[in-house]
């Protein structure tokens, strides 16, 4: 269009055209034709306005070519890009993806346990390459797995080894093992534990302590005890308590508790250990600590804690109770004659005897020896109540200890001495209490054995003579104190058959004591045996002399007092013997002079004794005949010689009394038996001539002559005229 200065249409052209197929595209990229205008100048009107030329294109008709050539080249590329995306892709498959898959199918069928499964690979054309290198590090990778795994495994192995070691030493320790979670259910326990309650281990664990442990003796203690382990955290320790075995079986454990951690949960560790055997011996120490072993009874000791007991109950209550100091009256020869065997079985029954004659709250203790202590609870406030009461119990036990006691083949007859202390006494300890009842037992043995005593404070007096007689009894025989004076037995002509041996105790003060008065000192001291030893020695000597100085006849005797003691010690016959040896005399020159009582003591022991002293040619007489049991049938047992009538007899002859009827009874038995009887004590000769009239043989007394020293002698008692016209007139 072309247009003037003032805007009139001078000339207008439109081409026609049809419309594309591409307009859509270009209306949206261009929604408007373009439209130029251009100034249409004339040099010549250069002062007036130009007009214009205006140029309309239409943008449809412009882009069509373009648009058509972008679509081919579009096209083109497409299709070429697509031919290249396809070789792209198969080349890619070839080269890649395809070994990769190979890669990836064995990296699947792998199985890194199987060291002997083949490892990665690629085609040879692939090892220098990428795929290659992945393939190595890929097995490198394996192999370091492999060779983890292998650790894994051994150390798996190690894992299991040490534990099952370690197992298997927990199954080995002695002690009960149970491992308990929070809840106090078992976790593991070790063999001992579960063969405790008769499981097996795998059983037991998960069930709860209680389940395990039916008899549920102590388990309240156990489970507080560890309860409280549980609450503090620290470790505990229990002594001496008892689990059951499921038969009833008590066991006594002391248990160890602490706490430890079980797969990170807290846990209860139990180790227990069985101590019943050294419960067992402890207790069987702490026994023996408390109890004679012998007897079994309580010792020393254990009396002493129950009479403290006792005797503060006392005080606190007003009641009274009693001890008693028990001492067996010939334990001692028993024990030394027949040997310790024999005097510890005779202990045991004495101690049967003892405990089966006291009611169950009494103790009866044995101190050592043949000393036994009885603690009498007598609950009574009442002491003459009491006093009644021991004393029957005193009656009973003297009547059974005095019967004869049957040991292995010995009838053996004992009898004892009782001392009694009732207490509380004022102010009196335990010790001052077993001191009186041992003083009182002292005076009832003094009082002539098988008897009893209650204290009163005079006998501690006497006990301390006692005590004072035996130091001084030391020193008489050491100072060469005692003496022997003789008397001498002769036959109804005076002619002496011997005589016999009488001690005496040249006191340096008192003068001469009699024997009466220290032989009981000497026998309750035991000096007896080194006294008696002695007076042998001074005996045998006495012999030698006299045969020396031709004063001593052949045929004659002297006689020597044996002692219980001496009789039943058990080197007695050896001793005697080599006494005699050692003087160069014979038995035969010595007569022994025992009592009745000593032989029935123990009457087997001493009839073979005295067979034995007999068959070395020892004389033997019983001595004092009539004051002990007078059974007359001993006369037959007994392996004797002659038999001397007490002075007590002797001096009822005459007196148509029953004593004398006894002393013919005698006589005539002792003739039967062969024996010679003496008759003790003639102090008149209206004495000699009645035991002659009965049958005695030999005489003794004052009347012929006192005891005498040896020097004082006579060789010959023929008695004088003035006696023998006595004796006729008579
Ligand atoms: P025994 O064995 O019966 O001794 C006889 C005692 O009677 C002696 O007393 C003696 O002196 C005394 N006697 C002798 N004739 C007469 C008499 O006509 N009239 C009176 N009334 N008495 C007479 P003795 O010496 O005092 O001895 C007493 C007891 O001491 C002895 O009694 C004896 O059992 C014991 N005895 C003496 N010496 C010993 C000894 O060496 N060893 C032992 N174990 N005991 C002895
Ligand atoms: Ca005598
Ligand atoms: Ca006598």
Redesign the pocket.
């Given at each position: 269009m072309i247009s003037d200065e003032l805007g009139e249409v001078l000339a207008e052209k439109k081409a026609s055209h049809k419309t594309t197929n591409t307009r859509w595209l270009t209306e949206r990229i261009f929604p408007e034709d373009k439209a130029y205008l251009v100034d249409l100048n004339a040099p010549e009107y250069a002062n007036i306005e130009p007009g214009q030329l205006k140029l309309v294109i239409n943008l449809d008709q412009a882009f069509q070519p373009f648009f058509d050539r972008a679509v081919n080249v579009f096209v083109v590329g497409l299709i070429r890009n697509v031919l290249l995306a396809i070789l792209l892709i198969a080349l890619f498959y070839y080269t890649i993806t395809k070994p990769l898959a190979v890669l990836a199918n064995q990296f699947s069928k792998l199985h890194p346990e199987r060291a002997s499964d083949k490892r990665l690979s690629v085609s040879r054309r692939h090892e220098d390459t990428e795929l290659g290198q992945l393939a190595n590090a890929g097995n490198e990778f394996i192999e370091m797995v492999q060779l983890l795994l292998k650790d894994k495994k051994e150390s798996h192995r190690a894992l299991e080894q040490s534990e099952m070691r370690l197992n298997q030493l927990i199954d080995q320790v002695p002690q009960l093992i149970v491992a308990l979670n929070e809840y106090g259910d078992i976790l593991f326990c070790n063999q001992r534990f579960a063969d405790f309650y008769e499981r097996r281990p795998g059983d037991v664990a998960g069930m709860a302590l209680r389940q395990v442990h039916l008899l549920h003796d102590q388990i309240d203690t156990l489970e507080l005890a560890i309860h409280n382990v549980r609450v503090n955290g620290s470790q505990a320790e229990m002594r001496e308590y008892i689990w059951s075995k499921p038969d009833g079986e008590a066991h006594y454990f002391s248990a160890q508790i602490a706490p430890f951690e079980h797969f990170n949960d807290p846990a209860i560790l139990v180790v227990a250990t069985d101590i019943s055997e050294q419960k067992l011996v402890q207790d069987h120490i702490s026994h023996m600590a408390n109890h004679d072993t012998l007897t079994g009874l309580p010792n020393r000791a254990l009396l002493n804690d129950r009479l403290e007991q006792s005797l503060a109950t006392c005080k606190r209550t007003g009641e009274y109770n009693a001890l008693l100091f028990i001492d067996l009256d010939h334990f001692k020869t028993i024990n030394d004659s027949l040997g310790h065997g024999v005097g510890d079985l005779l202990l045991k029954k004495v101690s049967n005897i003892l405990s089966s004659q006291v009611r169950g709250n009494d103790t009866v203790a044995r101190l050592g020896g043949d000393e036994f202590v009885i603690l009498m609870q007598s609950f009574d406030e009442d002491q003459g109540a009491v006093v009644n009461d021991v004393e029957s119990i005193c009656n009973k036990l003297l009547t059974s200890l005095s019967e004869p006691i049957a040991v292995k083949q010995h009838q053996l007859r004992i009898g004892a001495s009782i001392g009694v202390v009732i207490f509380p006494m004022a102010e009196k300890s335990i010790d001052d209490l077993m001191r009186f009842a041992d003083t009182a037992m002292y005076h009832a043995k003094e009082n002539g054995r098988n008897g009893f005593a209650f204290y009163h404070q005079a006998m501690s007096l006497a006990v301390e003579k006692q005590r004072n007689m035996e130091i001084q009894l030391h020193h008489a025989l050491q100072n060469e104190e005692f003496k022997?004076?003789y008397?001498p037995l002769v036959d109804l002509n005076g002619h002496i058959c011997g005589f016999?041996?009488?001690?005496?105790w040249q006191h340096p003060t008192k003068g001469t004591i009699?024997?009466?008065e220290f032989?009981p000192s000497?026998?309750i001291s035991g000096l007896?045996i080194p006294?008696?030893d002695w007076?042998i020695d001074h005996c045998c000597h006495q012999i030698v002399k006299w045969r020396e100085d031709g004063f001593w006849q052949e045929g004659w005797y002297l006689?020597?007092?044996?002692?219980p003691q001496?009789f039943y010690q058990e080197n007695m016959m050896l001793s005697l013997q080599r006494r005699v040896d050692k003087y160069g005399i014979a038995l035969s020159d010595l007569c022994l002079?025992i009592?009745e009582t000593v032989a029935v003591e123990n009457i087997e022991f001493a009839v073979n004794r005295l067979e034995k002293l007999r068959s070395l040619g020892a004389t033997i007489a019983l001595?004092?005949f009539g004051t002990g049991y007078s059974s007359l049938s001993y006369l037959k047992d007994l392996p004797i010689d002659i038999v001397?009538i007490?002075?007590a007899f002797?001096?009822e002859l005459g007196t148509k009394s029953k004593a004398e009827s006894i002393v013919e009874a005698v006589a005539l038995i002792a003739k039967a038996y062969d024996l010679k009887i003496v008759a003790?004590?003639?102090?008149t000769p209206e004495?000699m001539k009645y035991a002659n009239e009965i049958g005695c043989h030999i005489f003794?007394?004052?009347?012929?002559e006192?005891?005498v020293a040896e020097n004082c002698l006579k060789a010959n008692y023929s008695l004088g005229e003035t006696e023998k016209s006595e004796l006729s007139s008579l």
């Open positions: 022997v004076h008397q016999e041996a009488l001690i005496r009699s024997p009466v032989i000497l026998e007896i006294v008696s007076l006689s020597i007092n044996i002692s001496q002079e009592t001595d004092d001397k007490d002075r002797v001096q003790e004590g003639i102090e004495q003794q007394g004052f009347y012929i006192r005891p």
